[in-house]
């Protein structure tokens, strides 16, 4: 999927939005009996796909410094209660950058005794369209020495019921961070983390061994490697030297080697 340069004027939407930049292979079956399809990739990265809109609201509101008991609105498609511990915001029917209508109550708990500033969000059958999720999302939000970029990390301890009505459930954490630069070609964004979800009876132990990394002037993933462990085996994922191109490379725990593209 391409990375349109105009979602990158809202940063938390910049960072929850970079992770769904990957697309996958066909199905390739390995001597080990492994295979990893593109139905299976897309899912690992689904909560943050779902989640993403509503993260960018969560952000900015708690960057909004309002006092205890101070109430904000956004044309009724939410509504936010202030106390001195955090919020809790209500949504609406809420179409939040094209994502599907928002509905439910989130309470929002800031963490005082961190130096950095972060918070937890708790949802309780909350619905993005006819998705249901349920669980926790901790958000710790720094920049960096030099002033010129930022960094969101995100834990998750969440289930989802989609659509369909299976399930997928994640745990992990995954840091989002953009540096800023001179041109579109120099301000880079990247994902980093460790996390496991279990889908459709498998379990997927996600680490990233070097940051994923692209820029605002390629739109894919140009490099960085993670490994994705599926059921004790592991398949790693290589996104290439930095030359801008939609071409990822995949290897299998027998040694063969796949290239794949990273467009839809």
Known sequence: MKISVAVFKRIALIMMGAVVILSCSDETETEENVELTSTELKTILETDDVSGSVDTVLSDLYMNNSTSGKSAKNDD??????????????????????SDNVNGTLVVTYNLDNETASYTAVYEDFYVGEIKIN???????????????VSFAVTSNMSLVLEDGSTVSENGTKTFGITFGDSLESTTFSIEGDWTLMADGNTYNVSVISALQGNLNCAYLNTGNMT???????IG??????????????TYPNGVEEEITLKN
């Open 77 to 98: 498609c939410y509504n936010a209660e202030y106390t001195d511990t955090g919020y809790t915001v209500t949504f609406n029917n809420c179409v939040l950058n094209g």
């Open 135 to 149: 669980g926790t999302r901790t958000y710790v939000l720094s920049g960096n020495s030099n002033e010129n970029g």
């Open 228 to 234: 994705i462990d599926k059921n004790g085996l592991t």
């Open 237 to 250: 994922v290589n996104f290439g030297d930095g030359t801008c191109d939609d071409i990822a490379l995949v």
